[in-house]
């Protein structure tokens, strides 16, 4: 093993600065009820989303936006909704939330119906451009089953979010930046009303996990690269959200430390409850050999003595290495509701 772990393996250990949500939020404003933010704005005008930063130059412009403070806010407040929270607890599950999980069907639905081709190359089946393709051509028609008529306008530009969120075509990969679409996507919902306060823990375990089902799938069956994968360096090929909300479940949790998570029993015993013990899970099932040499982030992160500090840590990771991470960002897409333009104090 080289040591380049070591200065990443530092950042997750340190001790937090408080986590605040960005100036500026208005997530946070809507998910948390402000009951004059509830409401969306009556003469929105929606637009196709395009890409923004297309120099190393122009990343100071994404993390001074209005769309990067919203989504570093919605993320931050769906980590403090499902704190100390267990999957299979009980939530609220409003129509939408239904609605979602019935577009994500659909789309586990398709993949049964586009089996992997037969081809030379192991990895990056082609079958998954005729699945994406059905993806491109009705991903309209499905988020309008999501958002009531009125806000029917809105389909165009989210849309553009839900299929930027499932990999991509031309190279048949995944990685963090089409999980970002997906967290996007969800954001989007909530600022034009669709999602509420109370859809919170809805959001986490029911509508992201549904589409981590989704993306295993696909990786699985379509031999999906990893995205701009650090290899062993980085926490995981393909996510990274669910680590940070996973690891927030286990805040204070009685008996479960993060040294337990290496631990195979304990992870097949509770993995149902815990986001991030699924995300173990799936890592064993797909790699061999010592945890230790394929995960090497995670092995470091099991020494971290709570999971208060795991869960700071993670955030500050993913912001460095994936927000502010220019082959990520260059792929994201800004429209009226993800502005590229300055915060608003």
């Known amino acids: 093993m080289g040591d380049s772990s070591s200065v990443e393996t530092v950042n997750v250990m ?65 980590n403090e909704g499902v704190k100390g929270r267990k999957l299979t607890c ?14 994500l069907n659909t789309l586990d639905r398709w993949i049964d119906e586009t089996p992997p081709v037969d081809q030379p190359s192991r990895f990056g089946n082609k079958a998954f451009r005729t699945w994406y393709a059905k993806l491109d051509q009705e991903a309209e028609n499905l988020v309008a089953t999501v958002i009531p008529k009125h806000l029917a306008d809105a389909a165009p530009e989210v849309a553009v979010y839900l299929k930027e ?46 589409y981590l089902e989704v993306m295993r799938k696909l990786q699985k069956t379509y031999r999906m690269e990893p ?38 029993k304990v992870v097949n015993e509770n993995h149902k409850d815990f986001m991030f013990l699924e995300c173990i899970l799936f890592i064993t099932e797909m790699k061999t050999g010592p945890f230790a040499e394929h995960s090497n982030q995670l092995w470091n992160i099991s020494a971290v003595p709570s999971w208060s500090k795991v869960n700071q840590g993670l955030i500050r990771m993913y912001k460095a290495e994936c927000l502010e991470k220019f082959p990520v960002i260059q792929h994201f897409k800004f429209g009226s509701l993800l502005p590229i333009q300055p915060v608003t104090s």
């Open 90 to 103: 009980e939530y609220n599950v409003s129509e939408p939330i239904e609605k979602l999980v019935a577009l």
């Open 165 to 210: 969120s499932v990999g991509n075509s031309t190279r048949i990969d995944y990685g963090t930046g089409h999980e970002a679409a997906f967290a996007a996507f969800l954001c989007c919902l909530c600022k034009i009303g669709v999602l509420r306060v109370d859809d919170q823990m809805a959001i986490v375990f029911k509508v992201f996990n549904r």
């Open 14 to 78: 340190q001790p937090s600065e408080a986590l605040k949500c960005p100036q500026g939020n208005v997530i946070e404003r809507i998910l948390l009820g402000n009951s004059e933010e509830m409401a969306p704005p009556l003469q929105q005008s929606f637009m196709i989303p395009r890409k923004e930063i297309n120099m190393v130059s122009d990343m100071g412009k994404w993390k001074r936006s209005q769309a990067y403070a919203d989504y570093m806010g919605f993320i931050l407040t769906l």
């Open 227 to 264: 995205a701009g994968s650090q290899g062993v360096w980085g926490l995981d090929d393909f996510q990274f959200l669910p680590f940070i909300w996973g690891s927030s479940q286990l805040i204070d949790h009685p008996n479960l430390e993060p040294r337990h998570f290496v631990d195979e």
